[in-house]
């Protein structure tokens, strides 16, 4: 059949770089992300651990090549007292994770914790810091005892707690989800709070200058954005956030099982995550407004796929499996991101292990990895490479009420000079065929890999952890300047000239 499927990469247009930290994550006190994720503790465990953090989670996200991680939340952020988190383990006080599931936390996992774990998975730290129940004070000193070297009386307890140099770290949540578990505040009163909270934060960061991230709206909540915007001004931000779920619902038992669904389901799903696409250009144009010059990042720090939780866990868990769908989620999400790079700089998908979307999950000494992960892996090879824009003419795909496009498409250079061309079919159905214009791409070489499966509902299980994983692909052939890609039903391929 002739394909009706054509991407035109503008290879000598590319002039934005992808920032790798829009392929960050995300880890919150919920559930089994931290505790019996990637924290099994020191003693009492025969998982290969450095400090108690599992040596397999972290060889896994260092192949992926995770570029940041956010901590500790979330909903829990805004609740955390970062010093009942230092000192001796046996001391730390014992809390309530009022948020998720109402367990104990006994604060074995804190601050030294996390960021000697950053060290280990050669990420950059992203730090929540908690506006909603915490104080000027507690994150002004958080600021402090992480990063400053010289003496003072934070600097001192941290070297008491054993850590002479500072960590340096740059990335600060001011609070999270301001307008719900942040907080319930108004857009007025948040941005007023930010204003004061981020005075006392300090500029410098070792040799760099520091990265504030202001509390972000929901999805479609332009009018929170606009507000930030207008009140908060430009030399006090560096980033502000955005959060979107792609969910059927928020009511109980609404969201769906994240196996057991039909294709219409799938299409929903998808119809969703593809809403971001809009969502991120709306909110660009509102900080187009305020900061022409782009200097404040639009920080995507939350998002992915959000279902039931798997029969039998508990429901304040947010445990859920992964299949293709979440796969191609991703992909089609990445390529969104690429898409608008100079606004889009940062990103966190939610999250990294045991916990919504995650890449990684566990049972006892053993670890999967999702589909989802094996996108994020695929695509890695897009961080810090230049983003030459496409034009993209698709077919629809339909099902159910939804009329979705068939495909989706980025492509970059990178620093060697190799050309890097992601496509997804999101269509369920059949196989499309895809015609790329290659103008201006000099390198003759061509190489590929795929993601897909036969079902959609597919996925990694701990009997069965390698069902779904990426294989070469075969199916492109070049001549002269043009590709004929065929991609199967719900696939994601990544292509590599060089
Ligand atoms: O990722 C789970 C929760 O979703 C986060 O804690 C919160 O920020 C959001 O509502």
Redesign the pocket.
């Known amino acids: 059949a002739t394909a009706q499927n054509r991407v035109t990469v503008n290879a000598s247009d590319g002039k934005t770089v992808i920032n790798r930290h829009i392929y960050g994550h995300?880890a919150?006190h919920?559930g089994r992300c931290i505790y019996d994720g990637f924290y099994v503790g020191e003693t009492n465990t025969k998982i290969p651990n450095k400090n108690g953090v599992r040596l397999d989670v972290i060889e896994a996200l260092k192949k992926m090549k995770i570029p940041n991680l956010r901590w500790p939340?979330?909903?829990?952020a805004d609740t955390y007292h970062w010093k009942d988190g230092i000192g001796p383990k046996a001391k730390r006080p014992k809390i309530v994770n009022t948020?998720w599931g109402g367990v104990t936390e006994d604060n074995s996992f804190g601050t030294h914790d996390f960021l000697n774990m950053c060290e280990l998975l050669g990420t950059e730290p992203y730090l929540a810091g908690n506006v909603g129940s915490g104080t000027v004070q507690d994150l002004s000193d958080w600021v402090q005892y992480v990063n400053f070297p010289n003496n003072s009386p934070m600097s001192t307890l941290r070297q008491q707690n054993g850590r002479k140099t500072p960590w340096n770290v740059r990335y600060w949540g001011v609070g999270?989800?301001a307008w719900?578990?942040g907080g319930n505040m108004t857009a007025d009163y948040y941005a007023n709070i930010y204003r004061q909270y981020a005075t006392f934060m300090g500029t410098q960061v070792g040799k760099e200058t520091i990265f504030r991230i202001a509390s972000g709206a929901s999805s479609d909540d332009f009018n929170w954005t606009e507000t930030l915007m207008k009140n908060i001004p430009g030399k006090m931000v560096e980033g502000v956030a955005l959060?979107h779920?792609s969910t059927f619902g928020w009511g109980p038992n609404e969201k769906g099982s994240a196996t057991e669904f039909t294709e219409t389901d799938y299409a929903h799903t998808m119809n969703e995550a593809l809403k971001m696409d809009t969502f991120v250009q709306k909110h660009s144009e509102i900080m187009d407004k305020y900061d022409p010059q782009k200097k404040i990042a639009l920080v995507v720090d939350?998002w992915g796929a959000w279902y039931e939780v798997e029969p039998k866990t508990n429901p304040g868990f947010?445990y859920q499996q992964n299949t293709m769908r979440d796969a191609i989620l991703t992909g089609a999400t990445l390529n969104i991101f690429h898409k608008h790079a100079e606004r889009v700089r940062m990103a966190n998908l939610?999250?990294a292990v045991n916990?919504?979307q995650a890449v990684i999950l566990t049972k006892g000494d053993k670890m999967l990895l999702t589909p989802t992960y094996h996108v994020l892996e695929m695509y890695n090879v897009h961080q810090d490479a230049t983003m030459l824009p496409i034009d993209l003419k698709t077919e629809d795909y339909t099902s159910g009420k939804y009329k979705l496009p068939a495909i989706s498409a980025s492509a970059s250079r990178d620093q060697a000079g190799k050309v890097h061309i992601s496509l997804v079919n999101i269509d369920a159905g059949k196989p499309q065929t895809v015609t790329v214009n290659l103008k201006g791409v000099s390198a003759t070489s061509l190489t590929g890999r795929i993601l897909t499966s036969a079902k959609v509902q597919d996925h990694n299980t701990f009997e069965q952890p390698n069902k779904v994983k990426p294989v070469p692909f075969t199916g492109a052939t070049r001549n002269g300047d043009v590709l004929t890609v065929t991609l199967p039903p719900v696939s994601v391929v990544v292509l590599e000239m060089k």
Do not use: D, I, R, S
């Open positions: 995300f919150e919920l939340g979330g909903c829990f948020w999270n989800e719900g578990c959060h779920y939350e947010l939610a999250q916990v919504l």
